[in-house]
């Protein structure tokens, strides 16, 4: 069974810099594609961040050249680092993946960005 588990939000100021983590577990991150999300009130999730398993890597063009998303292969982990934190990357973000036709998404973890 899938399972992915994200940490490392908080509440910053803006300027500041946030390192995400999401641990999986039932799936290789390193060879599978794996996203970051972040859901926003009143706005639908959108795709942050994306690292194939080929190792291309793609990004939302509101976080683009801020954002680095990255994978540990040993410990099974991709992170997001976010630099830069503005007011309005203030949401809940999600580590998403796809296993056999299936959409698994982790709990979230709540960034605050104060100006």
């Known amino acids: 069974q899938v399972r992915l588990v994200e940490s490392g939000g908080g509440l910053v100021q803006a300027g500041d810099s946030l390192r995400l983590s999401c641990a999986a577990s039932?799936?290789?991150?390193?060879?599978?594609?794996m996203d970051w999300y972040r859901q926003t009130p009143g706005k639908e999730r959108e795709l942050v961040a994306r690292?194939?398993?080929?190792?291309?890597?793609e990004y939302a063009d509101s976080v683009r050249g801020r954002f680095t998303i990255s994978r540990d292969w040993p410990r099974n982990m991709v992170f997001l680092e976010m630099n830069s934190l503005k007011v309005e990357d203030t949401g809940v973000y999600f580590c998403?993946?796809?296993?056999?036709?299936?959409?698994?998404w982790g709990p979230g973890t709540q960034v605050t960005v104060s100006s």
């Open positions: 998403h993946t796809i296993s056999r036709s299936r959409n698994f």
């Open positions: 039932g799936i290789p991150v390193g060879r599978t594609t």
């Open positions: 690292v194939s398993s080929s190792g291309t890597t």
